[in-house]
Structure formats: structure tokens, C-alpha cells
């Protein structure tokens, strides 16, 4: 199924990650799996390279189980100046939220300067792509990629016993959909 990625969701997930960042907190990175029931969350507590690797094998493998349609992955970041220097070394880097929508068919990605005025974290938009590249624009598993059912059922189980399971969501009432 390719499902088309709906605005609302994305506005409702960037208005509370903007919430989180101008109140001075750091925002834990996100990622919102979509399926055709529901959603699941997935915060990322990663601090390091091999965590992160860990992490995005993990969501993609539940993207699997669950057969996620699309998802919107949010997070705090750099962004660097040079493709010659990463952006953790680049001393002319920007603070950035990135938030990025994927669906088989459409990637999108918006991107929001952090901005520290006053003391205060401003963010102000800085630009919008839809050629979307990168470890967070590749999590969803081929649209062929099937697991038994058998064995699909033993995961979902086994997930929901540790906590991990889809929310019903309802998108016949959305929520605020003007970005703040």
C-alpha cells in the first residue's frame, strides 16, 4: 500500500517538537511509525555512532513487523557548511531541528534554524527538500518484504510484552493543523 503522508501529522509532530525546543529543553529525537491502525513512537536515547546504529535497526525491523506505511522522524542536530568536514567539526556549523516525513512514494524534509536570542532558543525556518538522503530517509523495508505470519505474530506478542505496540490513531478529528 502506498500510503500518502498526511500534513497534519507532520504539523502536529513539528508544533510539539517546537514546544520542547522553545522551552529551553532539548528534544529527545522521535521517530513515528505510521500504520494502517495506528502509530508507534520510538524515542531515541542514543549517544553514540553504534547506539544510533543499534536504534534505526531496530526501528526498521519493527517497521517490518508492524508494516508501517510511512513515518516522521524528528530530531535536534548540525548542519555543516562544507561536504569536506562533518558537521560535529565544522565551526561554522548550524543548530538545526530537522524533521523529516518518508513514505514508499515521498520524502520531505524540513528544516529549522535554532537561533539563540535573548537567551531563548528561536527557530526560524531555514529550508524545505524533498530529495531526502541518508540513514533516517532509508528505515522502511522494501514494500515486498514479507515476515510469516507465523513468525510476525511472535514479534507483535513478544514487542507488546516489552512495552512496544501500536496506539490506535484517529484521523477523522485532526488535531491543530497550523504550524505555531
Given amino acids: 500500500m502506498k500510503e500518502k503522508i498526511k500534513d497534519w501529522q507532520l504539523i502536529q509532530a513539528l508544533n510539539v517538537a517546537k514546544d520542547i525546543i522553545n522551552s529551553g529543553q532539548d528534544l529527545v529525537p522521535m521517530i513515528i511509525g505510521y500504520t494502517d491502525t495506528g502509530h508507534m513512537l520510538f524515542p531515541g536515547f542514543y549517544k553514540t555512532d553504534k547506539e544510533k546504529e543499534s536504534y534505526l535497526s531496530m526501528v526498521s ?3 517490518l513487523i508492524y508494516k508501517v506505511n510511512y513515518y516522521i522522524s524528528i530530531s ?13 567539526e565544522d565551526p561554522n556549523r548550524k543548530d538545526v531541528l530537522f524533521a523529516m516525513c518518508v513514505s514508499r512514494n515521498e520524502k520531505r524534509m524540513i528544516t529549522y534554524e535554532v537561533v539563540i536570542a535573548d537567551g531563548k532558543k528561536e ?14 530517509a532509508e528505515l522502511l523495508p522494501p514494500e515486498d518484504a514479507v515476515l510469516p505470519e507465523e513468525t510476525r505474530q511472535q514479534l507483535m506478542r513478544k514487542m507488546e510484552e ?9 484521523d477523522d478529528t485532526p488535531p491543530n493543523t497550523t504550524i505555531q
Fill in 61 to 63: 525491523t519493527c517497521f
Fill in 76 to 88: 535536534e542536530g548540525w548542519m555543516g557548511t562544507s561536504l569536506n568536514v562533518r558537521p560535529s
Fill in 123 to 136: 527557530l526560524k525556518e531555514y529550508q524545505s527538500a524533498t530529495d531526502v538522503e541518508g540513514v533516517f
Fill in 162 to 170: 516489552l512495552g512496544l505496540m501500536v496506539k490506535p490513531t484517529d
